[in-house]
């Protein structure tokens, strides 16, 4: 079975200092990984996506994240938050069963402090 | 422009009367999913649809009917809410429904069941 687990439920930063969103994974298969944002009463967006190529993996507004296999890791980094990065992130890994289906993880809310 | 719809956006009903909630794709995907959202659980996958008349359950299926009939459009109906059912619902598609493909998310149907 697959899982994902993130460390955090909620991060406080400053504005301008670093992102760090921490998401562990368990899947007996190559997992494909993703970050989606959640922005307050609004839908899903995809950040990025790891599906096996490099392990270095650059998303939308200065956000990148590290596959890590030797760790189950897939924490999502961003060197200077803005204030506009105050939303939800959702770690989330793509089972290999039919459907497609998306698990999540249970959210980190982050704020942004000025 | 691509994207996926829903309607309605809010919804306040009572328990046992029949609802729809409505999702669409502009993309011809052929995979299309629901899922819930609620606090702490991050989101779980409701029905999802390989293709037009084929369905399947995800993993919270109860009190929930779906049916795709037309590749753009895939339904959620709920028969008879209860208020176990109140939820933020999402609807998603992607282009095969394969690991590693992106899901494209509605805005999200906000449902409540007094």
């Known amino acids: 079975a697959q899982s994902v687990t993130q460390l955090d439920s909620h991060v406080s930063v400053s504005e301008g200092t670093p992102v760090l969103l921490r998401c562990n994974y368990s899947?007996?298969?190559?997992?494909?990984l993703f970050w989606y944002v959640q922005h307050p009463n609004k839908g899903l967006q995809l950040l990025l996506k790891?599906?096996?190529?490099?392990?270095l993996v650059k998303g939308i507004n200065g956000f990148e994240a590290e596959f890590k296999k030797s760790e189950t890791s897939f924490h999502l980094t961003k060197p200077s938050a803005h204030m506009s990065d105050a939303a939800e992130y959702f770690c989330?890994?793509?089972?290999?069963?039919?459907?497609?289906?998306?698990?999540f993880g249970q959210g980190t809310e982050l704020s942004v402090k000025p | 422009e691509a994207q996926v719809t829903q309607n309605p956006r809010y919804l306040i009903t009572v328990t046992g009367k029949k609802l729809t909630v409505t999702c669409s794709q502009n993309?011809?995907?052929?995979?299309m999913s629901w899922y819930r959202q609620d606090p702490g659980l991050g989101l779980r996958q409701i029905y999802y649809?390989?293709?037009?008349?084929?369905?399947d359950k995800g993993d919270v299926p109860e009190g929930y009917k779906v049916s795709r009939k037309e590749k753009r459009n895939f339904p959620l109906i709920l028969e008879s809410p209860s208020p176990n059912q109140t939820s933020l619902y999402f609807c998603?598609?992607?282009?095969?429904?394969?690991?590693?493909?992106?899901?494209?998310f509605g805005p999200g149907t906000r449902l409540t069941v007094l």
């Open positions: 989330v890994v793509s089972g290999n069963n039919q459907g497609g289906k998306l698990i």
């Open positions: 790891y599906t096996s190529a490099a392990t």
């Open positions: 998603a598609s992607s282009l095969r429904g394969l690991v590693g493909d992106t899901q494209y």
């Open positions: 649809s390989m293709n037009v008349e084929v369905t």
């Open positions: 899947s007996s298969y190559s997992p494909s």
């Open positions: 993309m011809n995907h052929e995979y």
